[in-house]
């Protein structure tokens, strides 16, 4: 079967860095999404791999090895509006996005 | 990025009545998805809309409950037929652009009564 994991829950202090992992196991592998959900509205484009290694954009920066079938994001310079559900997704070889439940952010002043 | 419209953002409906959710793409997308997202879980996916044929349902989720029109590229519509109160959730569309980018419209936030 398919799975995404990731924890569910995660704080953290504003200003520091955090790091959300992600593990997956998907009938064929055509790139990983990142995904910022506040709640009560729908998710927002973070980032995507589709190749190893490091992908950095502004304070955000997501990792992939497939090899490893793992991904992290990594937020840096935390902010209290980081503080929202983050998706980590899958897309198969149907281009089906698989999605994991999530790991809420919770960061303290 | 894709502008999708979706609409109606919220809604409280009697038990045994129908809802059509509408979205609207800005462009023409070849790949149209319609998720449900219930309180604190990531999202469940009910059907691929596909133009010009019936829609692609995903185990658990049937037609005769969740009828999807999908008339054109850029417009697809989702009912909720015969809803109770399990049905109660946030209803999401979502489309691919280019295979690597996939955009959600607002949500239409549900509650049956």
């Known amino acids: 079967g398919q799975n995404i994991d990731q924890p569910t829950e995660m704080t953290a202090t504003e200003g520091a860095i955090v790091q959300i992992n992600c593990t997956y196991q998907t009938s064929g592998f055509n790139g990983l999404f990142w995904y910022q959900q506040h709640a009560g509205e729908a998710p927002t484009f973070l980032s995507y791999?589709?190749l190893d290694g490091l992908e950095e954009k502004g304070r955000f920066s997501s990792f992939l090895s497939r090899s490893k079938g793992y991904s992290y994001l990594l937020l840096k310079e935390l902010q209290m509006k980081d503080s929202a559900s983050y998706l980590c997704a899958v897309m198969d070889s149907n281009y089906q996005l698989i999605w994991g439940a999530g790991t809420k952010l919770i960061i303290k002043p | 990025s894709a502008v999708i419209s979706q609409k109606p953002s919220r809604d409280i409906c009697q038990r045994g009545t129908s809802l059509t959710i509408q979205c609207q793409v800005d462009?023409?997308?070849?790949?149209m998805f319609w998720y449900r997202q219930q309180p604190g879980q990531s999202l469940t996916l009910i059907a691929t809309?596909?133009?010009?044929?019936?829609?692609?349902?995903e185990s658990g989720f049937v037609i005769d409950k969740f009828p999807i029109s999908r008339p054109n590229l850029t417009f697809s519509t989702l009912t909720v037929s015969n809803m109770s109160p399990e049905d109660s959730s946030i209803y999401l569309c979502?489309?691919?652009?280019?295979?690597?980018?996939?955009?959600f419209g607002q949500g239409t936030r549900l509650t049956v009564v």
């Open positions: 462009s023409q997308v070849t790949m």
């Open positions: 979502s489309v691919l652009r280019g295979d690597t980018e996939a955009f």
């Open positions: 809309a596909n133009q010009g044929s019936e829609a692609t349902y």
């Open positions: 791999n589709v």
